[in-house]
């Protein structure tokens, strides 16, 4: 099926689609908006550096609280609710007018993060009761080449709001757009099958998403995908430095040229990876896991080929190709978790996803900077070192399944 016929075709995953779309073209408008609003009252870019770490940790966090919550509530209800809290939140960054009233922008931005650490697993665990298994990828595929659109899209725009009308505008648009969320949401009817699978008055528990992690050891193989590939993100600080640094034409010359055509390689991967991922719908689980080594081994060639760019137009091909098939191994660790997990339990097994991606990615984030700025490594030595990393997961993955196969066709005794 494809991404138009899915929208036409099923109107409850539309409303989930557009609630997706409205509140993260808001987000990208709020985090341009709060980055000038430090960096006017501030002019500290430790400040911006630890709003990114804001940004980041309380997903971790709340998480295992957050899928707690998923699993015993309605799932469109806890999600209208955090619309409803962001929009409060994200709105109130307009009444930090001064460098004494920085600490706001950081609670506000804390707890609207803390919302969404509720509203991600939601969406994505019930994803499953909106659509059939069969269309599964293609949902999924659809979902991460709207974040690339709205990357794409949400900054620029967000940029020249900020830039043209003042950032209390897109402060303003960013509360707008998770309204309009709520809003959707709220036409939203679908059966949560995790009610019917809960007795009346259950007690719903962190620990019982942990032991089914026990009991199914499988499970843990795919919930790492994503944690594996959150290492990545300290590639991300390292196309900035690569733009400002590597591939600067001339002295002088300013860093915003390489590092905004390196951030659109980003995003032109990404959709290249969704649509990959879409080619693939129908395949069973067992061939979806045959790709994962695949596309850690062809996502790590991208990065290496990075490392070694001579060029700017080399080194954005490069960053296209690994975000093609990073974005092709997020689609599948979804995917599969979507096709593996009970109901019961999804919410929590999805919020400690999200949980162990956001921690690696923001410890990788803070290893990159220290290997840049305190050990002095040359960002071309560590590019080659992260991309080197992501063939460990390769093997491991192709080791492991060369040995499924072995067992499962070797005859019974």
């Known amino acids: 099926m494809t991404f138009t016929a899915l929208l036409l075709h099923n109107p409850q995953f539309r409303r989930l689609w557009i609630a997706q779309v409205v509140s993260q073209l808001g987000d990208w408008f709020n985090a341009v908006a709060v980055y000038a609003l430090l960096l006017d009252l501030t002019n500290s870019a430790t400040l911006v550096a630890a709003m990114m770490v804001v940004q980041l940790l309380p997903l971790a966090l709340v998480g295992p609280i957050a899928g707690v919550v998923v699993d015993r509530m309605s799932r469109r209800t806890l999600m209208i609710g955090a619309d409803l809290a962001r929009a409060v939140l994200f709105t109130g960054l307009i009444f930090v007018r001064s460098a004494d009233q920085i600490w706001l922008a950081f609670v506000l931005v804390s707890l609207g993060v803390v919302a969404?650490?509720?509203?991600?697993?939601?969406?994505?665990?019930?994803?499953?009761?909106?659509?059939?298994?069969?269309?599964?990828?293609?949902?999924?595929?659809?979902?991460?080449?709207?974040?690339?659109?709205?990357?794409?899209?949400?900054?620029?725009?967000?940029?020249?709001?900020?830039?043209?009308?003042?950032?209390?505008?897109?402060?303003?648009?960013?509360?707008?757009?998770?309204?309009?969320?709520?809003?959707?949401?709220?036409?939203?009817?679908?059966?949560?099958?995790?009610?019917?699978?809960?007795?009346?008055?259950?007690?719903?528990?962190?620990?019982?998403?942990?032991?089914?992690?026990?009991?199914?050891?499988?499970?843990?193989a795919l919930l790492s995908i994503k944690g594996v590939w959150a290492v990545a993100g300290g590639m991300m600080l390292l196309l900035t430095v690569f733009g400002q640094r590597v591939f600067v034409a001339a002295p002088g010359e300013t860093a915003a040229r390489g590092i905004g055509v390196l951030f659109a390689a980003r995003g032109v991967g990404a959709i290249g990876g969704a649509l990959l991922a879409r080619a693939v719908q129908g395949v069973d689980?067992?061939?979806?896991?045959?790709?994962?080594?695949?596309?850690?081994?062809?996502?790590?060639?991208?990065?290496?080929?990075?490392?070694?760019?001579?060029?700017?137009?080399?080194?954005?091909?490069?960053?296209?190709?690994?975000?093609?098939?990073?974005?092709?191994?997020?689609?599948?660790?979804?995917?599969?978790?979507?096709?593996?997990?009970?109901?019961?339990?999804?919410?929590?097994?999805?919020?400690?996803?999200?949980?162990?991606?956001?921690?690696?990615?923001?410890t990788a984030i803070l290893l990159t900077g220290i290997g840049l700025d305190r050990l002095h490594i040359p960002p071309r030595t560590l590019a080659t070192t992260l991309a080197v990393f992501f063939l460990v997961p390769a093997i491991a993955w192709a080791v492991a399944l060369m040995a499924e196969r072995r067992d499962t066709s070797r005859p019974p005794t």
């Open 116 to 220: 969404t650490a509720f509203f991600e697993p939601a969406r994505t665990a019930m994803l499953p009761d909106v659509v059939p298994r069969e269309h599964l990828i293609t949902a999924n595929a659809l979902s991460a080449a709207t974040w690339a659109v709205m990357l794409a899209i949400g900054a620029s725009v967000g940029g020249a709001i900020t830039v043209l009308v003042g950032r209390d505008a897109a402060f303003v648009c960013n509360g707008l757009s998770f309204l309009a969320s709520a809003l959707a949401l709220r036409g939203l009817h679908v059966h949560e099958s995790h009610h019917t699978l809960h007795a009346p008055g259950a007690d719903v528990r962190v620990r019982d998403g942990l032991h089914y992690l026990r009991a199914h050891p499988a499970t843990i």
């Open 285 to 362: 689980a067992a061939r979806l896991r045959s790709l994962v080594p695949w596309a850690y081994g062809l996502a790590a060639a991208g990065y290496i080929a990075l490392a070694n760019a001579p060029t700017l137009l080399v080194g954005a091909l490069a960053v296209v190709w690994a975000h093609v098939f990073g974005t092709l191994l997020w689609v599948l660790s979804t995917v599969l978790l979507q096709l593996a997990v009970d109901a019961r339990v999804r919410g929590r097994i999805f919020a400690l996803e999200l949980a162990l991606h956001t921690l690696v990615s923001a």
